[in-house]
Structure formats: C-alpha cells, structure tokens
C-alpha cells in the first residue's frame, strides 16, 4: 500500500510540474503583427492583450479612420495568432491536437496570402 501512495504522490508531484512549466510558457507568449503598410506594428500577450504598439511616421499618411482600422486588424491579427499558439500549447500538454484551431490556421494561410503575415 505505501508504495502506491508514493507513486500517486509521484505522479501528482509531476502533474504539477508539468502544469507550473505550461503556466511559465503560457504567460511568455507574444505575438507581434506589423500592418502592410508599416504604419503599426501590435505585440500581445497569450491573452490578446496587448503589451506594446509602435507607430511609424506611416500613420501621418492615414486618415483617422484608416488608422482606426488598421490598428484594429493589426491587433486581431496579433491576438489570432497568440490564440494560436495558446491553443497548441494546450493540446501539446493534453498530448493531442488543437481540433479548433483548423479555422485559425486556414484563416492565417488566406491572410499571408493577402500579404498579412
């Protein structure tokens, strides 16, 4: 009997290293998105937060509606991604594959295609 409590207390002690290491990997993820144009350039964390933006002097060219839009995409890009890689870290802990991200990657593949990423 004592040697099975042990190796439950073992395998607990591992489960909460493994979860304490995908926690640190969780709160390290940043994903940064730059508009086409250059004008703004997004970094977010792994909650789509966003942790920095940068603007170039590109953004004296646009409108204040086009810079409204262009930081918004800028930002959704960024999270997207973030999300992404959210999302993987997750199933790579569970030891499958993110079924939900399908949509997240054919939707990355169409927007590199426009020039996106």
């Keep these: ?12 002690r591992d489960n909460a290293e493994r979860l304490n290491a995908l926690a640190d990997r969780l709160r390290a993820i940043r994903a940064e998105e730059r508009s086409p144009d250059g004008a703004v350039t997004v970094t977010v964390d792994g909650n789509g937060e966003m942790v920095d933006l940068r603007l170039s002097t590109a ?7 086009e810079f409204e839009r262009t930081l918004v995409t800028t930002a959704e890009h960024a999270a997207r991604r973030a999300f992404a890689e959210h999302g993987g870290l997750i199933a790579e802990f ?24």
């Design 1 to 12: 009997m004592k040697s099975g409590t042990a190796d439950v207390v073992e395998q607990l």
């Design 59 to 65: 953004i004296m060219r646009l409108s204040p509606k």
């Design 94 to 117: 569970g030891g499958g594959e993110p079924t939900s991200m399908a949509p997240v990657a054919d939707r990355a593949e169409h927007e590199q295609e426009r020039g996106w990423l």
